[in-house]
């Protein structure tokens, strides 16, 4: 082999990894980015349960059971 293609051949392979480590770094911050959606949505969950037993504190305090 002749020194032009061990070179192509060696900058191919540059090409690849760093392509590899941009992809790897894009679902790292993705699954950061699912993490904190997860963690908003579960913290909206929480505070709208709170709104509504403070608009309707009456409801859901009881069970009514019969046997």
Known sequence: ???GSISAM???D???KAGVLVLKKAM???EIQQNMLASIMSQSLAVTQAMERSVN????GNIDVRV
């Open 28 to 30: 790292d911050q993705s």
């Open 1 to 3: 082999m002749d020194v």
């Open 57 to 60: 504190p009456h409801l859901g």
């Open 10 to 12: 060696r900058l191919a």
């Open 14 to 16: 540059v090409h690849m």
